[in-house]
T-cell receptor, first 109, second 113 residues
């Protein structure tokens, strides 16, 4: 079973700062998911990527398959970015996901 | 707009009660999942279903059962609720083929007293 580790567990930033959240996994995969969970519980998918880099607005996700590592970057952070960010990787079957513990991000105005 | 809908946002039940958590998806997905989320432990898979009437145990199935009589609906059942089942429960669905995006419900925060 894939082991997924995220860092940091908690992150506090000032509005406007550049933020990086890291995710490492133990077994080679074909794709990795980044998810966002706002207070109240609902989870939304931000990215699914298998190589290189993807960008949506101020969010950028990168993955290095050889190093088994992915990063989520937020540029010009804003208080509305405050949420839990979770990375997830598929198990060998492809349908089930293994999740990291999540990174609680707080952006202060 | 695709949707996974859980029947309740907040639920308070008494120890020993039988509890039903319902999840409905409108995307014609084959796969449906039930997770619980606890501080420091992340999301853990309770059960999943890859087709109607099919189910597989996840990592923590003890104390739970599931039902999938129709493709769009996946129910989680706590046979006899206990205080250690107080948690956030999340339902998700995805298409049959692997490595696709998963869609999550809004979560049900269950408190067992």
């Amino acid at each position: 079973k894939n082991e997924v580790e995220q860092s940091p567990q908690n992150l506090t930033a000032q509005e406007g700062e550049f933020i990086t959240i890291n995710c490492s996994y133990s077994v080679g995969i074909s794709a990795l998911h980044w998810l966002q969970q706002h207070p109240g519980g609902g989870i939304v998918s931000l990215f699914m990527l298998s190589s290189g880099k993807k960008k949506h607005g101020r969010l950028i996700a990168t993955i290095n398959i050889q190093e088994k590592h992915s990063s989520l970057h937020i540029t010009a952070s804003h208080p509305r970015d405050s949420a839990v960010y979770i990375c997830a990787v598929p198990e060998t079957s492809g349908s089930r996901l293994t999740f990291g513990e999540g990174t609680q991000l707080t952006v202060n105005p | 707009d695709v949707k996974v809908t859980q029947s309740s946002r907040y639920l308070v039940k008494r120890t020993g009660e039988k509890v039903f958590l319902e999840c409905v998806q409108d995307m014609d997905h084959e796969n449906m999942f039930w997770y619980r989320q606890d501080p420091g432990l992340g999301l853990r898979l309770i059960y999943f279903s890859y087709d109607v009437k099919m189910k597989e145990k996840g990592d923590i199935p003890e104390g739970y059962s599931v039902s999938r009589e129709k493709k769009e609906r996946f129910s989680l059942i706590l046979e006899s609720a206990s205080t250690n089942q107080t948690s956030m429960y999340l339902c998700a669905s995805s298409p049959r083929q692997g490595n696709t995006e998963a869609f999550f419900g809004q979560g049900t925060r269950l408190t067992v007293v």
